[in-house]
């Protein structure tokens, strides 16, 4: 057998072994993603990535998922990783200890969709880049530490079968979420919110919206039919209607009756301010 047939053979066997170049890249990105945050995961650097723990491959050409629960994952995911993994449909990194910003790259995983990343310590504003990921219909960023308002952009995210923001750091009003026809689970429980709950949110369940400053919908009804109390009847003079005090001491009363039979856990911000 003259040396060219020893070539082929050894390119068949290095085809076998590591795949198509574009499975190569996505190789190469995940190996700097265990070097900064997955130092327990045994992955073989000399295996096909298709055969490592937690990875997924369609057809043995391309990374689809990622799914590392609960593998003791710390640290910051440095920028770079997820540029090379666009045809990432699934990433499950819940249960871990990630801290810091979601890498701006993931914006490059068109296909996504499936985003689980609760039990984190994710921080910072929910980033913008999220609502470009147009194909997300199961985002979890659940038990981080976001902060800022819910952005009205999630209507961009037509495909939404769930969201699950609860027990995050987020602020003001929820925004009204026409636009998505197909969420049949939402949670924005156990944060800072306040205003009254929209129209488009007003059928989900109470237990949705635990532990705000929140009224409406499947909550008691805001005082007067209107946003519960803000600063104005402090003295303020913001141009709203204030509540007299036989109305805010009926709200009080009726929350207080409610958190005691356990029935809707929500606590009044009276310094908060809602617009109308």
Not at 35 to 57: D, H, L
Not at 180 to 209: D, E, G, M, R, W
Not at 235 to 240: A, I, R, Y
Request: hydrophobic share 35%; with cysteine.
């Amino acid at each position: 057998m003259g040396w060219r047939h020893y070539l082929v053979l050894l390119c068949s066997l290095v085809s076998l072994s590591v795949g198509k170049p574009g499975l190569a890249l996505e190789k190469a990105a995940l190996l700097p993603f265990k070097a900064a945050v997955g130092r327990y995961i045994s992955w073989n650097q000399s295996a096909n990535p298709c055969t490592w723990q937690g990875i997924e491959c369609e057809n043995n050409n391309s990374i689809i998922t990622i799914r590392l629960p609960g593998y003791f994952l710390s640290g910051e995911i440095p920028m770079g990783i997820f540029g090379n993994l666009t045809h990432l449909r699934t990433l499950s990194l819940r249960i871990n200890s990630l801290s810091a910003q979601l890498p701006l790259d993931l914006a490059s995983c068109t296909e996504l969709c499936n985003l689980y990343l609760q039990r984190k310590q994710f921080s910072s504003e929910i980033p913008e880049f999220l609502f470009g990921l147009y194909n997300l219909v199961r985002p979890n960023l659940a038990n981080n530490n976001f902060s800022g308002e819910i952005s009205s952009e999630f209507n961009n995210l037509t495909r939404l079968g769930t969201l699950y923001l609860e027990y995050n750091q987020l602020t003001g009003s929820i925004p009204d979420l026409p636009k998505l026809v197909s969420l049949y689970q939402f949670n924005v429980s156990y944060n800072h919110l306040n205003c009254s709950i929209p129209s488009s949110l007003s059928t989900k369940n109470a237990s949705s919206f635990l532990r705000n400053s929140l009224c409406g919908g499947p909550l008691l009804a805001c005082p007067g039919g209107a946003s519960p109390p803000t600063s104005s009847f402090d003295g303020g003079g913001n141009g709203k209607k204030k509540l007299s005090r036989r109305a805010i001491a009926v709200w009080r009363s009726k929350l207080q009756m409610v958190e005691a039979n356990d029935v809707v856990y929500i606590r009044p911000n009276w310094g908060g301010i809602c617009l109308d």
